[in-house]
């Protein structure tokens, strides 16, 4: 017989229950704007703004500050420009005038921390962006897993048993797919065929994913697939469904995670 003690110890060596290495200390915070001609008024000037978790781990903080660069557009190795330099320089880039039209750009950067254990931190990069005279903005979010110990990213194959459980991994996203287009997009199991089967929004298997108590999300961007109006869909893959598809160790991960489905805005 096991005693009640005994599982404890348990989880407590595989680590479940340990704390986490990393964790939130302070937030970063740099607007910077750019308006035509000096004319301060709001459709006359681009604004950019970045908001970014401080961790008490430096190797994590740089990686934030690589991937928010990335995500302005700054494609060099070196970074020459501090933060606040590159936001100035978005702003001036992006406000002008042509064919005597003025032409600027707001665009908002947020680092969500999406929960930490004792080996991997997630996060998500929200891209928000809009260009005057758009019919709407945009988002892209970009989903990050680290493995803290190994200081190194954690893509999805890593966390599958082989090939054959990637296979097993797409029927299941796509079976959430049509169950989320049936059920919300008010479409009809056929209408939700044709529009994940079909050209303009062939489904495939995203690797943008991370973890959440009970199973794993996967991040789809706008116009991915399905129309603007669904926005960046979400699939929730519970843990219980991946039992033959992610490693053990990797399962166990997902259903102790601290960030809950609710938190993130993912229906049950």
Same mark, same amino acid.
């Given at each position: 017989?096991?005693?009640?003690?005994?599982?404890a110890?348990?989880?407590l060596?595989s680590?479940?229950?340990?704390?986490?290495? @990393? +964790?939130?200390?302070g937030?970063? +915070?740099?607007?910077?704007?750019?308006?035509?001609?000096?004319?301060?008024?709001?459709?006359?000037?681009?604004?950019?703004? @970045?908001?970014?978790?401080? =961790?008490?781990?430096?190797w994590?903080?740089?990686?934030?500050?690589?991937?928010?660069?990335?995500?302005?557009?700054?494609?060099t190795?070196?970074?020459?420009?501090?933060?606040?330099?590159?936001?100035?320089?978005a702003?001036?880039?992006?406000?002008? %005038?042509?064919n005597?039209?003025?032409?600027?750009q707001?665009?908002?950067?947020?680092?969500?921390?999406?929960?930490?254990?004792?080996r991997?931190?997630? =996060?998500?990069? %929200?891209?928000?962006?809009?260009n005057?005279?758009?019919?709407?903005?945009?988002?892209?979010?970009?989903?990050r @897993?680290?493995?803290v110990?190994?200081?190194?990213?954690?893509?999805?194959?890593? %966390?599958?048993?082989?090939?054959?459980a990637?296979?097993?991994?797409?029927?299941?996203?796509?079976?959430?797919?049509?169950?989320?287009?049936?059920?919300d997009?008010?479409?009809?199991?056929?209408?939700?065929?044709?529009?994940?089967?079909?050209?303009m929004?062939?489904?495939?298997?995203t690797?943008?994913w991370?973890? @959440?108590?009970?199973?794993?999300?996967l991040?789809?961007?706008?116009?991915?697939i399905?129309?603007?109006? =669904?926005?960046?869909?979400?699939?929730? %893959?519970?843990?219980?469904?991946?039992?033959?598809?992610?490693?053990?160790?990797?399962?166990?991960y997902?259903?102790?995670w601290?960030? +809950?489905?609710?938190?993130?805005?993912?229906?049950?």
């Amino acid at each position: 017989m096991t005693h009640p003690w005994m599982w404890a110890i348990l989880l407590l060596s595989s680590g479940i229950w340990a704390k986490p290495i @990393v +964790t939130v200390e302070g937030e970063q +915070t740099e607007q910077q704007s750019h308006c035509f001609k000096g004319i301060k008024q709001s459709d006359n000037c681009s604004q950019f703004r @970045v908001q970014l978790p401080q =961790y008490n781990s430096a190797w994590l903080n740089q990686k934030i500050q690589h991937d928010t660069r990335q995500s302005l557009g700054d494609k060099t190795r070196h970074h020459t420009q501090s933060l606040r330099q590159l936001l100035q320089a978005a702003a001036r880039h992006h406000t002008g %005038i042509s064919n005597g039209y003025v032409y600027t750009q707001q665009v908002n950067i947020t680092i969500k921390p999406q929960g930490a254990n004792e080996r991997w931190a997630a =996060y998500t990069l %929200i891209h928000d962006e809009y260009n005057k005279g758009a019919a709407h903005g945009s988002t892209v979010l970009l989903e990050r @897993v680290w493995d803290v110990q190994a200081k190194k990213p954690v893509v999805l194959t890593d %966390i599958l048993i082989n090939s054959q459980a990637q296979k097993r991994l797409f029927q299941l996203a796509y079976d959430a797919a049509m169950a989320d287009f049936v059920h919300d997009g008010d479409l009809s199991e056929d209408e939700a065929k044709a529009q994940l089967d079909g050209e303009m929004f062939h489904f495939q298997l995203t690797h943008n994913w991370r973890p @959440v108590k009970g199973g794993l999300v996967l991040v789809y961007q706008q116009y991915e697939i399905a129309p603007y109006a =669904y926005g960046t869909p979400t699939l929730f %893959i519970s843990a219980e469904d991946l039992s033959d598809i992610v490693k053990p160790a990797f399962l166990a991960y997902l259903q102790h995670w601290p960030v +809950t489905r609710s938190e993130i805005g993912v229906k049950d």
